[in-house]
């Protein structure tokens, strides 16, 4: 058995999906469903739970399941969609597709993607790379601008290499204004998609923000705790968050690496 999850943030609320897997099997040995929407009966999510046991986890399955289970029960969360769910527990379904990476189960639940999901993988073509600001060393000099000499004293500094020896352009985003500025930018000058990080936190926030560019993305997770749960998302929005995080670096590099030799990571985009 493995262990998936995914989040989304719906406009009832954060949706959190675990599900524990047969994957040779392919069927749910269990579901936990949690968040902040409210539901109305308060016991329609251990239903649902009890009836997901044990179904098959394919699309189908899934979706008439959860259909059912609405129309059957009355059940209703509000400002959530049967479909909103179906697509939340597809998503965790799919991580699955991520081991044909070489990248274990553990490993994909820190992976995100966004404008198409973990299944479409090998059909992305990935032009750039995006690091976020707080990974980078909070004295060095390029911390609030553009830039890296490599100089190893954070994680930002192994991406830059690699980046540097595939040919790939990468950026170090400041503030969301930043981020959706450049997506827009890279996206004129005809770049297909984009290998990020970011905190979960900070992807959960903005998901559809990133779905709204309509751009592809293949995001990893950040190391540490985040200026999110420190409570200084303000100061994050406008790139003024004195902490520093790591980037997951083996994931990461694994990631870059492995999309380099599939031919989906391209950088066939000025870097200009
Ligand atoms: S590796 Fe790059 S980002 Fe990190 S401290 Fe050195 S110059 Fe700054
Ligand atoms: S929200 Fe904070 S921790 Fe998360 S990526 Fe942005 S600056 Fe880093």
Known sequence: ???????????????????????????????FITGDFQVFPQRAIMDLE????????????????????????GA???????EDLVQILLEAVMKTAFTKYGISL???????????????????????????????LVECDYRKIEGCTICGACSISDIYEIAGEFGVPTRTIQTFEHLIETIYEFKL?????????????????????????????????IDDSTCYELGEEREAYIGDFEGQTDLKLDLLIHVLKKMRDSGNLRGEVSSD
Not at 1 to 17: C, E, F, S, Y
């Open 106 to 136: 553990e490993d994909s639940n820190h992976l995100m993607t966004v404008n198409f999901m973990p299944d479409e993988l090998d059909k992305q073509i990935f032009d750039y790379i995006l690091l976020p600001y707080c990974a980078k």
């Open 50 to 73: 009890a009836r997901l046991k044990n179904m098959s986890a394919d699309e189908d399955t899934i979706r008439e399941t959860v259909n059912k289970f609405f129309a059957d029960s």
């Open 1 to 31: 058995a493995g262990h998936v999850n995914a989040i989304r943030k719906t406009p009832g609320g954060l949706i959190r999906v675990s599900l524990a897997l047969d994957v040779p099997g392919n069927f749910i040995i269990s579901s």
């Open 76 to 82: 209703r969360i509000f400002g959530v969609e049967p």
């Open 189 to 221: 000058k005809g770049a297909r998609g984009y290998i990020g990080s970011c905190c979960e936190a900070f992807y959960t926030k903005h998901h559809e923000d990133f779905v709204d560019t309509e751009v592809p993305a293949l995001l990893v997770d």
